[in-house]
Protein backbone atom coordinates (compact mmCIF):
# COMPACT_ATOMS: atom_id res chain seq x y z
CA UNK A 1 0.00 0.00 0.00
CA UNK A 2 1.23 3.34 -0.90
CA UNK A 3 0.45 6.46 0.71
CA UNK A 4 1.09 10.01 -0.48
CA UNK A 5 0.26 12.53 2.35
CA UNK A 6 0.50 16.49 1.37
CA UNK A 7 1.26 19.45 4.27
CA UNK A 8 2.09 22.99 3.70
CA UNK A 9 -1.22 24.47 2.20
CA UNK A 10 -3.02 27.64 3.68
CA UNK A 11 -4.19 30.93 3.30
CA UNK A 12 -1.89 34.11 1.43
CA UNK A 13 -2.12 36.83 -0.12
CA UNK A 14 -1.37 37.78 -3.71
CA UNK A 15 2.07 37.82 -4.77
CA UNK A 16 3.40 36.10 -1.69
CA UNK A 17 4.54 32.18 -1.48
CA UNK A 18 3.74 28.73 -0.18
CA UNK A 19 5.61 25.56 -0.42
CA UNK A 20 3.84 22.25 -0.41
CA UNK A 21 5.26 19.12 0.21
CA UNK A 22 4.39 15.61 -0.46
CA UNK A 23 5.92 12.73 1.73
CA UNK A 24 5.40 9.32 0.17
CA UNK A 25 5.82 5.58 2.20
CA UNK A 26 4.41 2.13 1.99
CA UNK A 27 6.53 -1.05 1.92
CA UNK A 28 6.78 -1.44 -1.65
CA UNK A 29 6.94 2.15 -2.92
CA UNK A 30 8.47 2.65 -6.45
CA UNK A 31 7.79 5.58 -8.46
CA UNK A 32 9.03 6.71 -11.94
CA UNK A 33 7.33 10.10 -11.35
CA UNK A 34 5.58 12.73 -8.78
CA UNK A 35 3.33 14.73 -10.25
CA UNK A 36 1.05 18.07 -8.73
CA UNK A 37 -2.28 18.58 -9.96
CA UNK A 38 -5.19 20.88 -8.78
CA UNK A 39 -8.81 21.70 -8.50
CA UNK A 40 -10.49 24.81 -8.12
CA UNK A 41 -14.04 25.11 -7.15
CA UNK A 42 -16.62 24.06 -10.06
CA UNK A 43 -13.88 22.73 -12.41
CA UNK A 44 -11.92 20.11 -13.54
CA UNK A 45 -8.41 18.79 -11.82
CA UNK A 46 -5.59 20.08 -13.88
CA UNK A 47 -1.90 19.15 -14.42
CA UNK A 48 0.37 21.77 -12.18
CA UNK A 49 3.69 20.23 -12.51
CA UNK A 50 5.65 16.83 -12.42
CA UNK A 51 8.85 15.47 -11.92
CA UNK A 52 11.20 12.27 -13.04
CA UNK A 53 13.42 10.33 -10.54
CA UNK A 54 15.78 9.44 -13.01
CA UNK A 55 17.21 12.62 -14.28
CA UNK A 56 15.19 15.02 -12.71
CA UNK A 57 13.61 16.34 -15.36
CA UNK A 58 10.43 18.63 -14.53
CA UNK A 59 7.64 19.48 -16.75
CA UNK A 60 5.26 22.66 -15.63
CA UNK A 61 1.94 24.27 -17.08
CA UNK A 62 2.44 27.23 -18.92
CA UNK A 63 -0.27 28.82 -16.14
CA UNK A 64 3.05 28.24 -13.57
CA UNK A 65 5.62 28.28 -15.71
CA UNK A 66 8.15 30.74 -14.09
CA UNK A 67 6.85 30.80 -10.69
CA UNK A 68 6.26 27.48 -9.22
CA UNK A 69 9.08 25.19 -8.69
CA UNK A 70 9.22 21.36 -8.26
CA UNK A 71 12.18 19.61 -6.57
CA UNK A 72 12.18 16.33 -4.97
CA UNK A 73 14.50 13.87 -2.72
CA UNK A 74 14.52 10.49 -3.98
CA UNK A 75 16.46 9.23 -0.97
CA UNK A 76 13.56 10.57 1.36
CA UNK A 77 10.87 10.06 -0.92
CA UNK A 78 9.67 13.49 -0.39
CA UNK A 79 8.50 15.92 -3.24
CA UNK A 80 7.97 19.30 -2.41
CA UNK A 81 6.60 22.31 -4.79
CA UNK A 82 7.37 25.98 -4.03
CA UNK A 83 4.70 28.64 -5.30
CA UNK A 84 5.53 32.35 -6.03
CA UNK A 85 3.63 35.20 -6.72
CA UNK A 86 1.12 33.39 -6.06
CA UNK A 87 -2.66 34.59 -7.76
CA UNK A 88 -6.12 34.32 -6.83
CA UNK A 89 -6.14 31.92 -9.57
CA UNK A 90 -3.83 29.93 -8.18
CA UNK A 91 -6.73 28.43 -5.35
CA UNK A 92 -7.19 25.09 -5.23
CA UNK A 93 -6.86 22.06 -4.14
CA UNK A 94 -3.70 20.63 -4.61
CA UNK A 95 -3.30 17.07 -4.84
CA UNK A 96 0.16 15.05 -5.01
CA UNK A 97 0.66 11.72 -7.83
CA UNK A 98 3.15 9.24 -8.12
CA UNK A 99 3.16 7.40 -11.30
CA UNK A 100 4.83 4.10 -11.20
CA UNK A 101 6.32 3.27 -14.50
CA UNK A 102 7.31 5.43 -17.55
CA UNK A 103 5.33 5.57 -20.92
CA UNK A 104 6.71 8.52 -22.22
CA UNK A 105 6.27 12.45 -21.60
CA UNK A 106 2.83 13.04 -22.56
CA UNK A 107 1.47 10.99 -20.02
CA UNK A 108 2.82 12.83 -17.54
CA UNK A 109 0.61 15.65 -17.80
CA UNK A 110 -2.19 12.99 -17.76
CA UNK A 111 -4.57 12.39 -14.68
CA UNK A 112 -5.38 8.83 -15.93
CA UNK A 113 -1.67 8.03 -16.06
CA UNK A 114 -0.62 8.45 -12.10
CA UNK A 115 -1.73 5.34 -10.04
CA UNK A 116 -1.45 7.20 -6.19
CA UNK A 117 -2.99 10.23 -5.08
CA UNK A 118 -2.90 12.02 -1.95
CA UNK A 119 -6.03 13.56 -0.22
CA UNK A 120 -4.67 17.02 -1.26
CA UNK A 121 -4.36 20.55 0.46
CA UNK A 122 -6.15 23.62 0.30
CA UNK A 123 -4.00 26.81 -1.04
CA UNK A 124 -6.29 29.85 -0.76
CA UNK A 125 -4.93 33.25 -2.91
CA UNK A 126 -6.57 36.27 -1.95
CA UNK A 127 -6.60 39.23 -3.73
Known amino acids: QVQLVESGGGLVQAGGSLRLSCAAS????????MGWFRQAPGKEREFVTAITWSGSSTYYSDSVKGRFTISGDNAKNTVDLQMDSLKPEDTAVYYC????????????????????WGQGTQVTVSS
Open 97 to 116: ASKTYSSGTYYLYLQTAYDY
Open 26 to 33: GRTFHSYA
